[in-house]
């Protein structure tokens, strides 16, 4: 067999292998139902394998779905790369990017630094703000692309980057032994605040919400000073926490997933680069990243 595979295609099947669903994975890639389904049809006659099953109404991937997938990430991350060094003369403006500011402290001055490398003519404007927000804004179309959490609730992302998420107390205080266990969470609508309530109450655990704030930094200091326990991914790790495992009594938490939104009403070239900047600093999902983390 010699074909050349599409690039978009590939990227499409990306989309429903992450979302699992045709519907969701039409929204990312800004297409119709029927013309993702095409996609795939295409897809699947250049390879001469089946890629999906269905189950119920998720889309699973088949065994040459998965052989496949870690190809289509790298060949759709490389074609982003290459269309990125060639057009970068071009680019002015400005873009908006959204970014909670979870991941703002780690992962934001290595994007910032090298996007403003390579397009030292575009104005970079950010909003650090929770996820949930950030939503808002895409859909109101006040930014362009935003980095988020992504719950599966809402709008379909594109997940780029898989992270732990961890039980954090202060490496000098005892503050995980009392009793009811005090915590400091974010808002209401946040995901690993629901996460970590759900744990407690499922092991019967006493315990008392301290600290509510949509600020990392807020919640952080309240460990940090020995107040309170909370729950954040790899990437919220600071020095002077310390990270409580199943054997002190904090059940294991499903993974953090991060994933990019991009504004429904307009494309540009703009935030398609940046983007590409974003995948390629963040991703851990495909082969040669997940080796390289």
Not at 78 to 87: Q, S, Y
Request: contains cysteine; aromatic residues 6%.
């Amino acid at each position: 067999m010699s074909v050349l595979l599409d690039v978009d295609q590939l990227r499409t099947f990306v989309v429903i292998a992450e979302t699992g669903s045709f519907t969701r994975a039409a929204e990312v890639v800004h297409k119709t139902q029927s013309a993702v389904s095409m996609q795939m049809k295409r897809l699947e006659e250049r390879i001469e394998r089946p890629l999906f099953v269905r189950d119920g109404r998720v889309s699973k991937l088949t065994e040459d779905g998965e052989r496949l997938l870690d190809y289509a990430r790298r060949i759709v991350k490389l074609n982003v790369e290459a269309v990125a060094a060639f057009g970068s003369e071009e680019l002015t403006g400005r873009v908006r990017l959204g970014v909670p500011d979870d991941y703002a402290d780690r992962y934001l001055p290595d994007i910032m630094a090298r996007f403003s490398r390579v397009y030292p003519g575009v104005e970079l404007t950010v909003f650090c703000e929770p996820s949930i927000e950030l939503l808002g804004r895409v859909e109101r179309n006040e930014i362009d692309i935003a980095i988020v959490t992504s719950s599966g609730v809402h709008r379909a992302s594109e997940i780029f980057r898989q992270e732990r998420l961890l039980w954090v107390t202060s490496s000098r205080h005892a503050t995980h032994l009392d009793t009811p266990l005090p915590l400091a969470l974010g808002r209401p609508t946040c995901q690993w605040r629901a996460a970590a309530i759900d744990g407690l109450d499922s092991m019967g655990r006493a315990h008392r919400l301290l600290f509510s704030s949509g600020n990392a930094g807020a919640i952080s200091a309240a460990v940090l000073a020995g107040l309170a326990v909370s729950v954040l991914p790899t990437s919220g790790l600071r020095p002077g926490m310390r990270v409580l495992t199943p054997a002190e009594g904090f059940p294991e938490l499903s993974p953090c997933r991060i994933g990019l939104l991009r504004n429904p009403h307009e494309r540009s070239a703009l935030a398609d680069a940046l983007a590409g900047h974003i995948i390629s600093s963040l991703d851990n999902l495909s082969a040669g990243a997940a080796a390289a983390e």
